[in-house]
């Protein structure tokens, strides 16, 4: 939010371990991807985006549904 993706990523990170289960782990996980492309590093952030679809697969709420594959064509997720 604040230009910096690198503590972003860390935090959303720690968000997510502490609570996978929690109300904000799959916005964790997506924006955890987000900041991971906005630091270059396309690989990492789509392991995140490969957990998010894995964990939450039945349940995934519709805007991120919605905004995952785009995600994926960004960082050129296989």
């Avoid at 492309?37 to 964990?55: D, H, I, R, T, W």
Wanted: glycine share 8%; aromatic share 6%.
């Amino acid at each position: 939010d604040k230009g910096q993706p690198r503590a972003a990523a860390e935090a959303l990170l720690a968000n997510y371990r502490r609570d996978p289960k929690g109300e904000r782990a799959q916005d964790s996980l997506f924006y955890l991807g987000r900041s991971l492309m906005n630091l270059g590093q396309p690989s990492q952030a789509c392991k995140a985006f490969a957990e998010l679809e894995e964990v939450y697969a039945g349940n995934l709420r519709a805007p991120l549904k919605a905004a995952l594959p785009n995600a994926k064509a960004e960082a050129k997720c296989g």
